[in-house]
């Protein structure tokens, strides 16, 4: 699992896929997770060799993780396959619809799936398809292609950015980690033209799960679609 922004970045998913899990699992009334019950849907497109998977089932492993892994590359998937470390693996091409009813997945990971070579026109597919399946996703983005802007319309998407790129395309420095708090700083305050790459952040609005209270006073937690 690369990080080329001196951990930062890494911290800032896990940050993420921290604060999801803790909607959609439930505890008992002695804080312990209740397992069996509410099987969390995780699919990792871009999958690789099964980086985040791998990482996913050792940092949570007291979360029911079922996930999923796609990739357009043979040898990934094949190297993934015999890893053992996704519920559901196979091939995936950007173009192509995600084989998933609507609202089925929990959390969607596209980390470093995007690349320079897409278009405008396929990301803007690709993250409509996203938020069909998902109410929650991170998804990295080249900032050259698509405006942050228009990423965040109509507040679908939080957007934070990462690498320092000034002047642009140079080689990385040392003075890269010390610019990169500052960059990821600023970009709460829509701040992006010296950065990299964009981190985008979908929460939808039925993302939290819906809790039903029986006359018992038990709890049971139902998934919207």
Known sequence: MADNYGGLSTRYVYHNIDTVLSELSHRDEYGNLEIGNNKIKILDIGCGQGTWAYHLRAKYSEHDLDISGFDFNE?????????DVYD??????????????????DLILAIGFVNNQWSKDQIENFLSEIKRVSHNAI??????ILPPKQLRKNGEWAVRSFGFNLP??????TFDNFM???VFGLSKYNTYWWAKEY???FKGEQSMPKVERSFMGQEK?????
């Open 75 to 83: 040898d990934s998937v094949e190297f993934s396959q015999k890893r």
């Open 88 to 105: 559901n693996i196979g091939y995936f091409n950007y173009e192509n619809k995600l084989p998933f009813e609507n609202n089925t997945i």
């Open 139 to 144: 998804v990295t983005i080249p900032v050259k």
């Open 168 to 173: 642009k395309n140079r080689k990385p420095t």
């Open 180 to 182: 990169e708090p500052i």
């Open 199 to 201: 981190f985008c952040i």
């Open 221 to 225: 937690i139902v998934r919207e679609d």
